[in-house]
């Protein structure tokens, strides 16, 4: 395209370095105003995503706002305040978190003992300037140790990263594998594409990832077959890791799914019961208490003893 | 029935002239396998139909998610909970209690995501530019306020459309030795990404289209990776932002169609530069406003919506649970009368 420059140069703040933009989100933010952060986390709350959903922090705020408050406002006595708490509390949160949080936990752990990646492990995480802000007020230290923030791969990427068509080599294509999170085993994830290789790589008897890789250098014939079996957009590594994803996933609808259904409404039951066990023991008591003093057990009292033998001198007078 | 399974390694495995097994044919149908065919196939079938079934979800969003959640784990069995009220006293279903269960849980529910999907859709129907992240239009208003510092002119759509498109190339992959073909066709793509078609209801062209700018992504990230292989060859970089190729390439149609035309259609009569950077930047604000806007919208909708359920599916002034505590009540009542 025509780049005329016909007319001066003006020179305006908008030249200057594009980081002074407030709505860069790479600056990092330590010397803003409160009212800057304030207005960001707002904007970031306030958002709807790209389906146009409410983001799940927003939907929770909306439910306890209105489906909640309205419960509590609109309920009758210190019971149904108390069930709606248990209940509803719970169930909001869960319906909204539980599925994502219940499967990034197991895929972790399936990571680690299936070793093929199925999470990224984000080593330099983005920080939160509210929370930095709320340390740096308060003075507490915030440590240099950066928490590394897990999160799980899409399917899409998992297509993409177990499939070969790259152009950097054998080694080039673990290390991207590796270099994921912890437990990712190259032997363990080669050895499904076929029993040749699972055979071939079994007698080189590799000790960890670094010495697989160290003797598929010098071993030509089974690096090459390697790299043509992961070539193959669906060959059995893509297939098992995509497998081995939607277990989590499946775990994750079915714990989020009894908790909701089942778990949350029977101890909701239980503690009413327990509650209404202890009150009618307690009233049991109290009836107790109120028929040791009834007129007729008075009146038996007065009749005999002591008490007898003075109304009968009384009568008598 | 034995399905006959089609891993291929089985059948390479026994026709290979290395193996020294007894069994040097070609055993598809016999196959020597220790777990025997109809299981693998079975087993297959399962892992392939969950994988696509999850695969599903994932791309479908927290709506199907939810939904999911909110049907399986509220909606069933609260109504089946109101159909059994006093089925005994009854004798027969609770079909009054049952529907309002229904009613109150199936209009909660699936509301909360549709309210805001229709408020969202309707916003970005008329203001575009709205509908992208707020980086990715930061870093699309950057671009385009540097490349107008150059221009003669801005009534050209088109030109200002390539000259943001080549910029945005630039930025991800300059200096990488993309072949030319590759960078021309990225360039002509993202430039008449705003005039492929894409009705409400029919996307099928633009989806399409987005598959294959996500193809050609994939392959120049490829091509250009070297030493190491790119961690998401269908991502790149805009001002130091990572975008998903696919969102780009709606996004770059949605600024286009909104404020690249209406930058076009602007008269600057005088410095271009400093007007056409004011402009920009009024329209830059305006639709990040509008964007906070719709949310605060669809928040404060959706809760209305929610107070002025009960009016919806409540039937009768008296509820099924009072309704149940009268029917006790009479119960215990008639029977300490039947004992007089």
């Not at chain 2, 009613?103 to 909660?108: A, H, N, V």
């Not at chain 2, 029919?202 to 700018?213: D, H, L, P, R, S």
Request: aromatic fraction near 8%; proline fraction near 3%.
């Amino acid at each position: 395209m025509k780049i005329n420059s016909n007319f001066l140069p003006v020179t305006n703040a908008n030249n200057s370095n594009s980081n002074d933009n407030k709505n860069n989100v790479s600056f990092a933010g330590s010397d803003k105003s409160f009212k800057q952060i304030a207005k960001d986390e707002f904007n970031k709350l306030f958002t709807l995503k790209r389906q146009g959903t409410m983001s799940r922090g927003l939907f929770i705020a909306n439910a306890f706002v209105f489906l909640l408050g309205t419960r509590l406002v609109t309920s009758r006595d210190k019971d149904e305040k108390r069930e709606i708490i248990i209940r509803d509390v719970p169930s909001i949160i869960l319906a909204v978190i539980g599925v994502p949080l219940f499967s990034k936990i197991i895929a972790k752990g399936m990571q680690k003992s299936q070793g093929f990646a199925i999470t990224k492990l984000d080593k330099d995480p983005p920080k939160s300037e509210l929370v930095s802000w709320i340390k740096d007020k308060l003075k507490i230290k915030s440590s240099d140790k950066v928490k590394p923030k897990l999160s799980e791969l899409s399917f899409a990427e998992i297509n993409s990263l177990y499939t070969y068509n790259v152009k950097c080599g054998l080694e080039g294509f673990s290390k991207r594998l590796t270099d994921l999170g912890e437990g990712v085993d190259l032997t363990r994830i080669y050895s499904t594409l076929s029993n040749e290789i699972k055979e071939g790589i079994e007698k080189l008897k590799p000790e960890n990832n670094q010495d697989l890789l160290g003797k598929l250098k010098n071993d030509e014939k089974l690096s090459n077959s390697i790299i043509e079996a992961l070539k193959d957009g669906k060959n059995a590594a893509v297939k098992k890791a995509g497998f081995l994803k939607s277990i989590p996933a499946m775990l994750g609808f079915g714990i989020t799914l009894s908790l909701l259904g089942i778990i949350i409404p029977k101890t909701n039951i239980f503690v009413t019961a327990r509650i209404n066990k202890k009150r009618a023991l307690k009233e049991k008591e109290t009836q107790e208490v109120k028929k040791k003093d009834s007129p007729s057990i008075a009146y038996k009292k007065l009749s005999t003893g002591e008490t007898k033998k003075a109304f009968e001198q009384f009568a008598n007078q | 029935m034995k399905i006959a399974s089609i891993n291929k390694t089985n059948y390479e495995n026994n026709v290979s002239p290395n193996k020294t097994s007894m069994n040097s044919y070609p055993s598809i149908i016999n196959n020597t396998e220790k777990d025997s065919v109809s299981f693998g196939g079975a087993a297959e079938i399962f892992r392939n139909g969950s994988t696509g079934f999850f695969s599903f979800i994932e791309k479908a969003g927290f709506f199907v998610e939810f939904l999911i959640v909110d049907a399986i784990s509220m909606i069933a069995p609260r109504i089946c909970v109101g159909l059994n009220r006093d089925k005994d006293k009854l004798g027969h279903f609770n079909y009054k209690a049952g529907a309002e269960e229904a009613g109150r849980e199936i209009l909660s529910g699936p509301s909360m995501n549709l309210i805001p999907m229709g408020i969202l859709a309707l916003v970005a129907h008329y203001k575009q530019a709205s509908h992208m992240s707020r980086e990715t239009l930061s870093a699309l208003d950057e671009n385009m306020k540097e490349i107008i510092k150059n221009v003669s002119s801005t009534t050209n759509k088109n030109d200002l459309d390539k000259a943001l498109a080549e910029k945005v190339f630039n930025e991800a992959f300059a200096d990488k030795n993309v072949p030319e073909k590759l960078k021309t066709k990225f360039i002509d793509m993202l430039t008449n990404s705003s005039n492929v078609e894409k009705k409400l209801f029919n996307k099928e062209v633009f989806k399409n289209n987005t598959g294959e700018f996500e193809s050609l992504v994939d392959e120049i990230s490829n091509i250009i990776s070297g030493k190491e292989a790119p961690s998401n060859p269908k991502a790149f970089k805009i001002k130091n932002n990572t975008v998903l190729a696919g969102d780009l390439y709606a996004d770059f149609a949605n600024y286009s169609k909104d404020i690249i035309s209406k930058l076009s259609k602007a008269d600057f009569s005088k410095e271009i530069e400093e007007g056409a950077t004011k402009f920009l930047e009024t329209l830059k604000n305006n639709r990040m406003k509008l964007k906070t806007a719709s949310a605060i919208t669809s928040f404060i909708a959706v809760g209305s919506f929610l107070l002025y359920i009960p009016k919806l599916y409540q039937r009768g002034k008296v509820s099924p649970a009072q309704e149940s505590a009268m029917r006790a009540k009479a119960e215990v009542e008639g029977g300490s009368n039947e004992n007089k």
